[in-house]
């Protein structure tokens, strides 16, 4: 039996790796799971009423491309946070999370002809799987801190630009925490309309900063006159409102290229449950709940940035909830810090992929920040130790 071989150069996924890695070895003390960004602060208190008074939705088909009220509360949202109109009937596409839509979106909108498709190194793990699913070639761009953490895709020659058929980027960005700030979107996005391919922005941690909003990559190209075709946008709710169990989120896109997104789920794709969809159409409508969440994690950022005080290259992100440490080696550091303080974190290393016999995630740690205040104080301070100490 024979089976496709474009998978064959993916390593194993993230966390069964760091299951091989840590789980034969004892914990060093009291375990503390930060090695995943599943949010544990509160989700909103009307979300089980909600869900109980839609329970019988869930013996009726759901609506295939997302109810009215979703995709109007879905609009909505996005006209409060990026002041840009959708089109609820004909610009946004719910999304069971957005793992399902980084993918099918590739599926979607990929061009034959083995393309390239560019995402940043390190990188959600699905980006790479989606282009290697289309039998594109993905390439690796580093997001490094030369790069402000940020892949700098203009400066890759002209002949894989023009090969490029899909940019994902990540803002703020999974792990490093860094934000596109308004003129990376516009080079970005100029860059696309000189060579002619479609940016996937993965805006997952949108909701979670510090002080300034972070633009959004449609709201740029709104600015700038861009083609509404240019630009497709990802959010889901499992880390703006700390519902990740939900797995609902959603995709928005101009009319031509969420016709095409909608063709495939009419055939391959799974709409969210009816009363999954809501549930999430009452909670884009609410932001009191967000807000709440948002002060939690800037009392944080400010515990991180007391314990690791002096600490090169230790600071809290500017945005998202996860902590990127320097350390020589990944590996043997997440090894170090369980079998001593019995903390769970991921190596960098399993994030990214080696080019030219470099990894630019090598030498970190990716810690997230989302246990209970104190539980995460005592985790950092053990961190701290351990690894500087």
Known sequence: MQYPQRFEALPDYAFPRLRALLDHHEAGGPVLHMSIGEPRHDPPAFVAQVLADAVDDFGRYPANDGTDALRQSIADWVGRRYGVALDHANQILPLNGTREGLFNAAVALCPEGAPVVLTPNPFYQVYAVAALAMAAEPVYVPATAATDFLPDYAGLPAEILDRTAIAY???????????????????????????????????????????????????????????????????????????????????????????????????????????????????????????????????????????????????????????????????????????????????GAYLSRDVNGQNPGKGYLRAALVAPEQDLQRGLIQLRDCLYG
């Open 169 to 347: 980027i990540c803002s703020p960005s999974n792990p490093q925490g860094a934000v596109a700030d308004d003129g990376y979107w516009r080079d970005l996005i100029a860059l696309a309309e000189k060579h002619d391919f479609r940016i996937f922005a993965d805006e997952c941690y949108s909701e979670i900063y510090r002080d300034t909003p972070p633009p959004g990559a449609m709201q740029v190209a709104k600015s700038m006159g861009a083609d509404p075709e240019r630009v497709v946008i990802f959010h889901s709710l499992s880390k703006r409102s700390n519902l990740p169990g939900l797995r609902s989120g959603f995709a928005a896109a101009g009319p031509k290229t969420m016709a095409r997104m909608k063709q495939l789920r009419n055939y391959a794709g799974a709409p969210l449950a009816g009363p999954i969809q809501t549930v999430s159409a009452a909670v884009w409508a609410d932001e009191a709940h967000v807000e709440a969440s948002r002060r939690r994690y800037t009392a944080k950022f400010a515990m991180v940035d007391t314990v690791f005080d002096g600490i090169d290259g230790c600071a809290a992100p500017e945005a998202g909830f996860f902590l990127w440490l320097p350390v020589e080696d990944g590996e043997a550091a997440a090894l170090k810090v369980w079998q001593q303080t019995g903390i769970r974190t991921l190596p």
